[in-house]
Every structure is written in structure tokens, then in C-alpha cells.
């Protein structure tokens, strides 16, 4: 028996699969849905389209709490879901694209944070660098990804 | 003509069949519906936090609600645009269960409540009221109540 075949057999899998799923899966979307909307309202300052008027630091230092409270939130429930049916999860390419992309998300966010940060106060009330509108436009592009190949899960 | 009449006749119209027969468009509306809503949720969230004091506060209170309420309106309109397209769709699935009707009814309320703060905010109210407060939170419980009611569809059995 594999690691999955085991953790698919687990109490608490058993009791997402048969009985929880419609409400943890309904849990997972709004917290995706606080994730990804706070993170595009960051973007959309990273890129200039809005919230101009408030410094890049303030905004982010008063939603990214929010957001990474949702995450756990997200991170909590879609790992129910996955375990409801890990080993099928596995077999499916939408899923394994949608980590791929949470992974590249992360390193995009990672790399914003230890690199282009470290330069905010020259750009913080202005227009970002090149550097932080390109983060701003990745993670557009990873989230809006995420959420395509999630939905997508539930059609293969 | 009934209701199930009339979604008969609906999923036989040109445009239900394209969307039935074009493979992904579904999942594909359903995302931009989903994409549109986490705009809205967030904006709902911003509004709500900056009503509790809890957090925006460098922005004044009608200037935020200005912006916010106006990016919940636009975002509705392509929620509505996105849900009818899937309705049109699918019209048995949702026009015949009850989970349709519960959602249409919170987003009715969650509509007046937004309507309510907005006009609350643009007259200045820079301290805002306890009632005021209680509406905020109230607009996010609906919104929540919302996407349970909108992910329910596909578990619940039509009528």
C-alpha cells in the first residue's frame, strides 16, 4: 500500500469523502476567493492599474495578513479535499498544473519578498520598478491559472 | 408553459447548445465567474475591514467606499453575465433548485446592505456607527452564504 492509498483510507478522509466534501469544498472557495482577490488588488498597485494614491508598503502590510490567514484556510481545506480521493488527485494533469503553479506562485512572491523589496522606499509611493510590476503580472498570471486548472479538476 | 417547460425550451435554444457542445466552455465560464467573485469578495473584505477600523485607515472612508463599491458593482455585472450564460446552459440544474433561489435571495439582501454602506460612507461619516459596522459584517456572512448556496448546485437535487 502506498503512502496516498494509505492517507485516501485515513478517519478523516473517509469522513470528507462521504459526508464533508460539499461544505469543505464550498470552505476551499471562499478562502481561494479571499486569497486571490487580495493578492490582484496588490498587483493591480505592483502595476499601477489602481490604489495609486496609497503607498505600495501600506496596502501590502494591511492585506497581506488577511490574505495569508485565507491561505492556511485554503491550504487546511484543500488538503481534505485531496485526501477524500488523493490517489485519483495524483492521476489527474489539471491538479498536477495547479501545483505547479501555486509552486511558481510561491517562488514569485518569495523572490519579490528577499529581492525587490529590499528597494521598496524608492518606489513605494510612486511607480514600482520594473522588477515589482513583473511580480505583480506573474502572480496575475499564476493565480488566474490556479483557479482555471482548479475548476478544471472537477471535469476530468 | 411550467418552469420545466420552460427549461426545456431553453436548453434547445442556439445558444445553450454551443454552450452545452463546446467542450471546456462550461469549467471556462465557471472560472471567470469564480476570478470575478474573488474581486468582489476581496473588495466586500476591504470595505468591511476599513467599516470595523481594522484596517485602511490612512484612506479616507468615502474615497475607499467610492473605489470599492465601484469594483463590486462591475464585478456583479460580470457575475450576472457569467451566471447567465451558465443558467442558459444548464437550466435544469439551476432554475430547478432550490440552492439557486437561496443564493438569489442573500444576493438580493447583500446588494441593499452594499447600496446602504456606500451611501453611509460618502457622507463623511469618518467614525462609523455600531449599526454600520454590524451591516459590514453582515454583507461578508452573506457573501459567504453566497458561495456555499453557489457551490451547493452541483450537490443538491433539483426539483
Redesign the interface.
Known amino acids: 500500500m502506498t503512502f496516498f492509498e494509505w492517507l485516501q483510507e485515513t478517519p478523516v478522509a473517509l469522513v470528507v469523502g462521504q459526508s464533508w466534501f460539499p461544505w469543505v469544498e464550498s470552505a476551499h472557495v471562499v478562502f481561494l476567493a479571499a486569497v486571490a482577490g487580495t493578492i490582484f488588488t496588490v498587483d493591480a498597485r505592483l502595476l499601477g492599474f489602481a490604489s495609486r494614491q496609497l503607498r505600495v508598503s501600506y496596502l501590502a502590510t494591511q492585506l497581506l495578513p488577511w490574505t495569508w490567514a485565507a491561505f492556511i484556510g485554503a491550504v487546511i481545506t484543500g488538503v481534505m479535499l485531496f485526501t477524500a480521493n488523493a490517489v485519483s488527485y495524483l492521476d489527474k494533469t489539471p491538479f498536477l498544473i495547479k501545483m505547479g503553479l501555486l509552486l511558481l506562485a510561491g517562488l514569485n512572491m518569495l523572490y519579490f519578498q528577499l529581492v525587490t523589496w529590499r528597494g521598496v522606499a524608492q518606489w513605494d509611493s510612486g511607480r514600482p520598478v520594473p522588477a515589482a510590476r513583473a511580480a505583480g503580472a506573474i502572480s496575475i498570471i499564476t493565480w488566474v491559472g490556479v483557479i482555471t486548472f482548479g475548476r478544471w479538476i472537477g471535469f476530468v | 408553459m411550467d418552469l420545466n417547460q420552460f427549461n426545456d425550451w431553453l436548453s434547445a435554444t442556439s445558444l445553450s447548445q454551443a454552450i452545452q457542445l463546446k467542450l471546456?466552455a462550461?469549467?471556462?465560464i465557471?472560472?471567470v465567474h469564480?476570478?470575478a467573485?474573488?474581486?468582489?469578495?476581496?473588495?466586500a473584505?476591504?470595505l468591511a475591514?476599513r467599516f470595523a477600523g481594522r484596517?485602511?485607515a490612512?484612506?479616507p472612508l468615502h474615497?475607499l467606499a467610492v473605489?470599492f463599491t465601484r469594483l463590486i458593482w462591475v464585478m456583479l455585472i460580470l457575475l450576472a453575465t457569467s451566471g447567465l450564460l451558465l443558467i442558459v446552459a444548464e437550466p435544469h440544474r439551476t432554475l430547478a433548485n432550490a440552492m439557486f433561489y437561496a443564493k438569489m435571495i442573500m444576493l438580493a439582501v447583500v446588494i441593499a446592505l452594499t447600496l446602504w454602506l456606500a451611501a453611509a460612507a460618502r457622507q463623511q461619516h469618518e467614525r462609523t456607527s455600531g449599526v454600520h459596522r454590524a451591516g459590514a459584517a453582515l454583507t461578508i456572512l452573506l457573501w459567504?452564504g453566497i458561495?456555499?448556496a453557489?457551490?451547493?448546485i452541483?450537490?443538491y437535487e433539483s426539483f
Open positions: 471546456g462550461i469549467p471556462a465557471q472560472t469564480i476570478l467573485l474573488s474581486l468582489l469578495f476581496a473588495a473584505l476591504i475591514l484596517g485602511l490612512a484612506e474615497l473605489r459567504i458561495m456555499f453557489g457551490r451547493f452541483a450537490y
